[in-house]
């Protein structure tokens, strides 16, 4: 692999790795909100449109796609805890209520209240 090949799977991995510190920072409440992904790229010293670029180009979508795909995920586990309830999940996550729960039935197809439901049954 070339270095400019392994320097872009090396931003990709970064991202990767930040996402999940940055979601657990929010979580417990070290981070007030998420950080834009200009944000995160200007951290991980790499420029918008290059982090852009490049994380399209190693994972095969925007960065975008995987913040909230890994917000997702995290709001599934949390939701699996038996005393943990939506609307506090979508404020742990720094979101409304109403606003997590379109946010969750449009990348899971149902509710935080209804996965909570399945979830407990199975």
């Given at each position: ?31 007030q909100e ?67 729960s379109k946010?969750f039935k ?17």
């Amino acid at each position: 692999m070339n270095k400019p090949t392994l320097r872009k799977n090396e931003i990709a991995e970064q991202y990767l790795t930040f996402l999940d510190r940055h979601i657990d920072d929010v979580i417990k409440g070290n981070e007030q909100e998420f950080f834009s992904i200009k944000h995160i790229a200007s951290t991980l010293a790499v420029s918008h449109t290059h982090f852009t670029d490049t994380i399209k180009k190693v994972l095969g979508k925007h960065p975008c796609f995987f913040y909230d795909e890994k917000i997702i995920e995290k709001a599934k586990e949390m939701l699996g805890e038996k005393d943990m309830q939506p609307s506090v999940v979508a404020k742990k996550l720094t979101y409304d209520p109403s606003n997590f729960s379109k946010f969750f039935k449009k990348w899971t197809g149902e509710t935080p209240g209804m996965y909570k439901l399945h979830f407990q049954q199975v």
